[in-house]
């Protein structure tokens, strides 16, 4: 059971003292009937609510899509630096958000946020083989042996990273490396292209299973993934 205007702020609908003032105008109903107190409980799950005449449609968890900015942590909170979380529009936070995979500051595209620990933990385990797309801006054009080294996995220096996909696209400005791992080791891609010799100048991730960034999304841009959208995650 929960309380009716922590309910509604969970659900992104008002905040707790806005959903005082709209019980008092009765303009909340719980199963047909005006809500009485901003405190009175509620089953989530089963109960009905509308608000101004339309129904809440239940969420447990939220699921959202960023198309990050550079210059941004993938942290929840941080003392000096913006965080990916000082960026979503007020209607779409709530507790408990936390970005699922962290891209490097200097590194935009695809990133989930949500508040569903176990979605995250089952998308960033290596066993469930959610191969993550990045596409690369390099120093120097990749090479017939570093697709090769890339598809056999790389062993340098103490450290190992599984087989992964590199391959060339032409883009209008240029040529781009596309890369696709499955582990998320701490700056992976950046770490396998400096063991075969070259360098990552700029990165993006496109791709997350079979989920691909919203490329209407603007920078720094979120919003919420669809039913299918999630699903697409482990395709
Ligand atoms: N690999 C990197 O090197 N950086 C990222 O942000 C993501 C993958």
């Known amino acids: 059971m929960e309380r009716l205007d922590k309910f509604?702020?969970?659900?992104?609908v008002c905040t707790r003292?806005?959903?005082?003032?709209?019980?008092k105008k009765g303009m909340v109903l719980v199963d047909g009937i005006p809500a009485l107190s901003p405190?009175?409980?509620?089953?989530?799950?089963?109960?009905?609510?509308?608000?101004?005449?339309?129904?809440?449609?239940?969420?447990?968890y939220l699921y959202l899509m960023m198309n990050k900015p550079a210059g941004v942590l993938s942290a929840t909170e941080d003392k000096?630096?913006?965080?990916?979380?000082?960026?979503?529009p007020p209607e779409l936070s709530r507790r408990g958000l936390f970005p699922a995979g962290r891209l490097d500051k200097d590194t935009t595209g695809l990133l989930l946020i949500t508040d569903d620990g176990e979605l995250a933990h089952k998308m960033l385990s290596p066993k469930s083989h959610v191969y993550k797309r990045y596409?690369?801006?390099?120093?120097?054009?990749?090479?017939?042996?570093?697709?090769?080294?890339f598809s056999n996995g790389i062993s340098e220096g103490g450290q190992t990273f599984a087989p992964a996909r590199l391959w060339q696209e032409e883009r209008q400005d240029g040529p781009r490396a596309l890369v696709e791992v499955r582990e998320g080791k701490f700056h992976q891609v950046k770490r396998m292209f400096e063991a075969v010799g070259n360098q990552v100048l700029s990165l993006k991730r496109l791709?997350?299973?079979?989920?691909?960034?919203?490329?209407?999304?603007g920078i720094g841009e979120v919003r919420v993934l669809t039913e299918n959208e999630i699903i697409q995650i482990f395709q």
């Open 8 to 12: 509604l702020s969970s659900q992104n």
């Open 17 to 23: 003292k806005e959903a005082a003032r709209l019980v």
């Open 39 to 60: 405190e009175q409980k509620l089953e989530p799950e089963k109960a009905c609510v509308m608000v101004e005449g339309k129904e809440i449609a239940y969420r447990k």
């Open 80 to 88: 000096r630096h913006k965080t990916v979380l000082d960026l979503l």
């Open 135 to 149: 596409e690369a801006v390099t120093l120097r054009p990749v090479s017939r042996k570093d697709i090769e080294a």
């Open 207 to 217: 791709k997350i299973g079979a989920l691909a960034l919203d490329e209407t999304l």
